[in-house]
């Protein structure tokens, strides 16, 4: 296989794994870079490393050793970088992390640039609790301490948020703010069979439901994401109850195993007697953008808690692609998205699902295209 030395960029990320995350690479490559993907292989053929394509990125599967994100070793990926010296390497993974403090030894060794994109964006200090365990206390405070003695590793450090640009600035890191970007190709607005896309995703959905989809005053609300308390899916659902018109549904997604949480979203929806209103559905990333066309509104309801906020929100982004109007709380980057939104105050309401639809806005720079010309701008600078 051959290489262009001057241009070639290995790229490690264990979330691109969909044609639609691996798009910001393809259009990096259309400005003239050689660019070769690695990502995690799928625990039935960890023996083993394999290679595709998508458009022009070269997409190599890479065996890893241990589990933990800060501790994996993505074997095939080192091996490369050693093998084929690419002029620059850029990892998505957190400073502190084995991979990349591997692959700045290796950068070192080899003369080459590593750039490192990181979705943290609090601050380690401000995690410390007495209400947390003593070792996670302490994990937090040498986190600290190693954020601040290793902001010579990376060439460059980019932050999906602007509390996660301002922490790495804290830190003296050579930090820049760039946005997830979105296939704007595929995210967009479609003119689809709303009662078609739900049969095609959900397998459990009543006569009445069916009813309401296909009545023109029904007003059809989705939620997209994981089912965690801290995704706020608790309110959402009390709020969708407490709407005083009976055409209403609320598309919730339903990829997660059944755990706590989830049973007690199936108990509150059994108590307020609104299940004939709810149809849970199974999509990927490829394809919730169906759903999303379908939906008059995603709601996320997200919560701050001392161990988290939200790092971007691709869920409102890519919504907001296809002409749908997000109603978003104001956690972390969620209320700085520049996109036609509604924004709460999670504290002190619930999601406001009787707001009325703004006028659509959504900025060229959250697109993939435009992402890719920021990151060759970098490249190009180093």
Not at 152 to 161: A, E, G, K, N, Y
């Amino acid at each position: 296989m051959k290489f262009n030395k001057k241009k070639l960029v290995f790229v490690y990320s264990q979330a691109c794994r969909t044609r639609t995350n691996i798009d910001v690479y393809h259009r990096l490559s259309r400005l003239g870079w050689d660019v070769c993907l690695f990502t995690s292989v799928s625990s039935r053929s960890r023996k083993s490393s394999q290679y595709s394509r998508y458009g022009l990125v070269k997409v190599f599967t890479t065996p890893i050793v241990f589990k933990h994100p800060r501790l994996h070793l993505p074997i095939y990926f080192l091996f490369k970088i050693l093998v084929n010296r690419p002029r620059i390497i850029f990892i998505e993974q957190d400073i502190i992390s084995v991979n990349v403090l591997l692959s700045w030894l290796i950068s070192i060794l080899l003369k080459q640039k590593l750039v490192v994109q990181t979705y943290e964006n609090i601050h380690p200090l401000f995690k410390v609790s007495q209400h947390t365990k003593v070792s996670q206390n302490i994990f937090f405070m040498l986190q600290n301490y190693l954020l601040k003695k290793l902001s010579f590793i990376p060439d460059v450090i980019l932050t999906v948020s602007h509390a996660s640009f301002n922490l790495f600035k804290s830190y003296n890191y050579n930090t820049r703010l760039l946005t997830l970007g979105v296939n704007s190709s595929h995210f967009r607005r479609l003119n689809l069979s709303t009662s078609s896309i739900v049969k095609k995703f959900s397998s459990k959905y009543s006569d009445y439901s069916m009813d309401l989809l296909n009545d023109p005053k029904t007003v059809i609300y989705s939620y997209v994401g994981r089912l965690v308390e801290e995704k706020g899916v608790h309110l959402l659902i009390k709020a969708f109850a407490e709407l005083p018109f009976k055409e209403k549904i609320l598309l919730i997604d339903s990829f997660e195993e059944t755990d706590q949480y989830t049973a007690l979203i199936l108990r509150k929806i059994k108590d307020l007697d609104i299940l004939k209103n709810i149809i849970f559905f199974e999509a990927n990333h490829y394809s919730i953008n169906l759903i999303y066309n379908i939906s008059d509104y995603t709601v996320s309801p997200s919560l701050d808690t001392k161990l988290w906020s939200e790092q971007f929100g691709r869920v409102p982004v890519e919504a907001s692609f296809c002409h749908v109007i997000p109603i978003l709380s104001r956690s972390g980057h969620l209320a700085s998205l520049p996109i036609s939104k509604i924004s709460f105050d999670v504290q002190k309401d619930l999601p406001p699902l009787q707001s009325k639809k703004s006028d659509y806005y959504i900025s060229k720079k959250l697109s993939t295209e435009s992402v890719a010309k920021e990151i060759n701008l970098i490249f190009l600078s180093l």
